[in-house]
């Protein structure tokens, strides 16, 4: 029992140490005077024990009470380095394998316990990166790639140098933790951070809208999908005459009423999976589902037709129109503003490409300004095979 008290005081931590030693004291001066008193070095006549038993108490109660013997209790080292979920490898100055935890076993596709000993290269053949950068370096921390069946891993590698009681050096302590699906979300926070700060490069100044360049892509990604997206193409009707009258800021509240009714559209046919773009001045593109397009576009003219109504004045509404100059020059009476708008099911019908899908929406939109008051035009051409 002494012996095992003076290793446990040799390895634990100076107050545990000393718990240890206030034992092996008390119990030795009891322990030594009985062994001398059995050789015969203490005379019979000699009463020494009731002090030895006082001492003891002493020891004991300088271990129990003023380094709390009964209070603390050492963890058990092994138990919690076997836990550690960051695998654990440590090696000697000869960089061979001292210690290894259940977590770096597993990582490493180690499935028995006979590395100990063994060179580090061999434990670390699954990660020649290790081998080539740490081994006989003094990097302490980094990330390292490593390429598997499935993906690429990443983990977070810490190497800390071991020295001995006179200061010299004994060897490494190596840690590594995957850090695999925290690199993959900031993979994708990047990703969606360059999309949203491409978005607000191209985005439409008045409304905020995704411009041509978003437009673009969006009716791409759309003909290569499999979902069935219709295109709505609005543009309004009579509006530099409005503008040429009121003024541009009105003209520009018109322009945003027009985006947020086309927002509104969507809410209102309970659309989850939409985009809105603003190709530019009183034109916009919406991709819907296929089955939403008419019931999107039908919102519109007729929410158009009530809300538009709201910026002239009573006199220009009694009458119908308003005077304005023409591109010629020319006095010219022009009607309330209205909305042209053209639709095109991507999946029905012949276009391969956005430029396609531009120029069948541009064609439909003026056969829609051929009609009186807000119209609203579908490309009715199949596909055929």
């Known amino acids: 029992s002494l012996a095992w008290l003076f290793v446990h005081a040799i390895a634990q931590f100076s107050i545990f140490r000393r718990q240890s030693i206030g034992l092996i004291a008390g119990a030795l001066v009891l322990a030594v005077p009985n062994f001398a008193f059995a050789i015969g070095l203490i005379p019979p006549d000699l009463i020494i024990l009731p002090f030895c038993f006082i001492l003891t108490c002493i020891l004991f109660f300088w271990a129990i009470f003023y380094h709390k013997l ?11 380095v076997d836990i550690m979920q960051d695998g654990m490898v440590v090696l000697d100055n000869g960089n061979r394998i001292v210690d290894i935890n ?32 740490f081994l006989n370096s003094h990097e302490t921390q980094t990330e390292i790639t490593i390429p598997s069946n499935r993906d690429e891993l990443h983990f977070d590698v810490r190497i800390t140098h071991l020295f001995d009681r006179k200061n010299r050096a004994a060897g490494r302590l190596i840690l590594f933790r995957d850090i695999t699906e925290r690199k993959e979300i900031e993979r994708r926070q990047e990703l969606q951070l360059e999309k949203l700060y491409g978005m607000a490069l191209d985005a439409n100044p008045m409304t905020g809208l995704p411009g041509n360049n978003s437009i673009a892509a969006a009716i791409t990604r759309a ?25 541009f800021a009105l003209g520009d509240d018109v322009i945003k009423f027009t985006a947020e009714l086309l927002a509104r559209s969507i809410a209102a046919a309970d659309i989850s999976n939409s985009f809105v773009g603003h190709i530019g001045g009183d034109d916009f593109v919406l991709l819907v589902p296929s089955e939403k397009m008419n019931q999107v576009a039908e919102f519109i003219l007729a929410e158009f037709d009530i809300g538009v109504r709201e910026f002239y ?14 591109r010629k020059g020319e006095r010219e009476d022009f009607p309330i503003m209205s909305i042209s708008i053209a639709g095109v099911d991507l999946h029905q019908t ?16 003026k056969k829609s300004k051929t009609k009186p008051g807000s119209a609203y035009s579908v490309d009715l051409r199949v596909q055929h095979e």
Not at 228 to 247: E, P, Q, R, S, W
């Open 70 to 80: 009964l209070n603390l209790v050492p963890v058990v080292r092994s138990k919690m």
């Open 102 to 133: 259940s977590t770096a076993k597993t990582t490493l596709s180690i499935s028995n316990d006979d590395v100990i000993g063994q060179p580090a290269e061999r434990v670390f053949e699954p990660w020649p990166v290790i081998v080539e950068r």
């Open 223 to 247: 003909l290569n999908g499999a979902q069935h997206i219709g295109v709505v193409y609005t543009d309004l009707d009579n509006f530099k005459a409005f503008n040429d009258k009121y003024g």
């Open 313 to 326: 004045s009573d006199d220009d509404l009694a009458q119908g129109y308003i005077s304005s100059t023409n």
């Open 350 to 365: 012949h276009y391969k490409a956005y430029i396609d899908v531009n120029d069948a929406c541009a064609e439909l939109k």
